[in-house]
């Protein structure tokens, strides 16, 4: 394809590439920030006095931290694990047909949390969730994991379905031509090629469930913070040094599972 | 023949039986923790306030929604307009509607350098948006704030070039939250515009410029027409979570510069006006379904009008 003509490149507009470059290195200025205060040694945090891990090492031996971060990883693995589940079911359901009465309502529901407003989301939680407590009695962790599985299926469900449609039905059908029953053809066939998509889901959720700060605030009981509602909290007082260092960890694992999806995902086979 | 049909007829019901079973548990789930609850909150938007929150259960009132557009003189008790409401209202429009312009403006040049680039190095630019969309919303928002506090890095750099001389307040006001919306909802401009730019035949750009027209007139009458699609679901991206937004103004605009989100807490908080709330909540629900409907509405015109 001829892209050079006269001597001029076609694609270049002018001052796009400034534009392009400043807002992506912008991008990065707020996080690179966070990320050295949080090995600056001194209280301040303007001057920097220095490389060192001591608020890593407070944070660390931060009773409220700690509880807060373990929390936000137990919530995070129940909730990715079960959304996951229900999103490779409800992938399986909506793709490879011709279509079926109720399949556009599937999609309408499945991707509901996607588009309306967060804060909406959490205050109708609130006030359901109010009244079961006091029916119940129970206060304990299991409606924050009902909310983040709920809202987290979507970002499941959607890499999912992505690589399923891209899979035809002849080798399920080779399988059961070799009289495997349905249980043994997607075990044996169907879930090892799928698999890339569900561990992309798996992840997307894992994150998305981790960074929720609306929704677990007006979901949770007295005493259940995740680390990202504990930070919101602290920010009426000031932010300290040590919720740099474990906003920096938060944000290393973020990293990491966000490249790693992007790899996974990327891998054809 | 008819036998034959009958068993295909049955075989379909069977495996669309089979596919509602399997999507029962996800759409079980959304249904009790997301979209049922939507339904109380409607209900509550038309019951009496309680005294402690809560509200007064099956007690029908439209106090609820007459509080989103007046408030009650505490003296004579007659309805004036709410111009605090007001305010906030538009102060969430306003901000949701620049922050969606910046975001374009900027958004538009970034995703077509990154489509612009050679196929093997389109990927690693994508990650480098992708990545701090995925960072938590809290800690970016934590970010800028560091970055714009009085004695954060900004003012530190003004004021070592010696453009001012006493730092400039910036943490707590409208800018301050526009540039954190504008911040935080930047990738979502731009990934849905590139995946409309990635697909464009540089042919038709290449056409334009035998025809003799300008970069410009390229841009404006060949590249723009083909990214619509993107650009509206860019738009719509960006605008539904801005007039949502929630922590960002909390965070970035302090107490005194609220939007919709924050004045929809307040009524679950110190307020104690659930049914005032809930009505604000639909209200919210109501404009972002607007949008919506925008959307949809662009989106299949556009599809019709290219013919596929």
């Known amino acids: 394809m001829a892209i050079k003509s006269r001597g001029f490149e076609i694609k270049s507009q002018t001052g796009f590439t400034f534009i392009a470059l400043a807002c992506i290195f912008t991008l990065y200025v707020p996080i690179a920030t966070l990320v050295v205060y949080a090995f600056n040694d001194t209280e301040s945090m303007s001057l920097w006095g220095g490389f060192s891990l001591r608020w890593f090492r407070s944070a660390w031996q931060n009773r409220a931290i700690q509880d807060a971060v373990l929390r936000s990883l137990q919530i995070a693995v129940i909730a990715a694990t079960l959304a996951t589940m229900m999103g490779t079911l409800a992938a399986l359901a909506t793709t490879r047909t011709e279509g079926y009465r109720g399949l556009t309502f599937k999609y309408a529901i499945i991707n509901q949390p996607l588009v309306i407003p967060e804060i909406v989301t959490a205050v109708a939680l609130l006030i359901v969730f109010a009244r079961i407590k006091v029916w119940t009695g129970y206060t304990g962790v299991g409606y924050l994991v009902a909310a983040h599985t709920a809202f987290c299926i979507p970002f499941a469900y959607l890499p999912i379905r992505a690589r399923l449609e891209g899979m035809d039905l002849t080798l399920e059908t080779a399988a059961s031509d070799l009289y495997a029953n349905s249980w043994n053809a997607f075990r044996f066939v169907t879930l090892p090629l799928l698999l890339p998509g569900v561990i992309a889901g798996y992840m997307l959720a894992f994150v998305v469930s981790l960074d929720d700060v609306v929704i677990t605030e007006f979901v949770k009981s007295g005493g259940q913070e995740t680390l990202p509602t504990y930070m919101l909290g602290q920010i009426r007082r000031s932010v300290t040094p040590e919720v740099n260092a474990a906003a920096t960890c938060f944000l290393a694992i973020s990293v990491m599972a966000v490249t790693a999806f992007y790899f996974i995902s990327r891998k054809k086979t | ?308």
Do not use: C
């Not at chain 2, 996800?26 to 038309?46: C, D, K, N, W, Y």
């Not at chain 2, 009132?61 to 557009?69: A, D, F, M, R, Y």
């Not at chain 2, 504008?182 to 410029?209: C, H, Q």
């Not at chain 2, 960002?248 to 104690?272: C, D, H, S, Y």
């Open chain 2, 1 to 308: 023949m008819k036998p034959a049909s009958n068993i295909a007829e049955t075989a379909k019901r069977s495996d669309v039986r089979r596919r509602w079973l399997l999507s029962a548990p996800a759409l079980i789930t959304i249904f009790l923790a997301a979209i049922g609850p939507l339904l109380v909150v409607l209900m509550f938007s038309f019951m009496v306030k309680g005294d402690y929150g809560d509200v007064k259960y099956w007690q029908f009132s439209t106090n609820g929604w007459i509080s989103v557009l007046f408030e009650r003189d505490p003296i004579d008790d007659t309805l004036g307009i709410a111009t605090a409401n007001f305010t906030i209202l538009w102060r969430s429009i306003k901000l949701s509607l620049i922050t969606t312009i910046i975001t374009l403006l900027l958004g538009f040049p970034t995703a077509y350098f990154i489509a612009t680039r050679p196929n093997k190095n389109r990927d690693i630019w994508l990650l480098l948006i992708t990545i701090p969309f995925w960072t938590n919303l809290l800690i970016r928002t934590f970010g800028i704030q560091d970055v714009i506090r009085n004695e954060g890095l900004l003012n530190i750099l003004l004021m070592k070039l010696g453009l001012i001389s006493q730092p400039i307040q910036m943490l707590f006001t409208d800018g301050a939250v526009l540039l954190g919306l504008t911040y935080v909802y930047f990738p979502l401009m731009v990934l849905p515009i590139y995946s409309s730019l990635e697909k464009l035949d540089f042919r038709l750009v290449e056409a334009g410029y035998d025809l003799y027209a300008t970069r410009f007139k390229v841009l404006w009458n060949i590249v723009l027409p083909l990214s619509k699609p993107g650009i509206v679901a860019g738009v719509i991206l960006v605008f539904i979570p801005s007039i949502g937004a929630y922590v960002t103004p909390r965070v970035l605009g302090g107490g005194k510069n609220m939007m919709l989100g924050n004045l929809i807490e307040q009524q679950f908080g110190q307020a104690r006006d659930w049914p005032f709330g809930s009505a604000l909540s639909i209200s919210l629900l109501a404009i972002v379904t607007l949008a919506l409907l925008v959307y949809v509405k662009n989106v299949s015109r556009s599809g019709g009008s290219h013919g596929h």
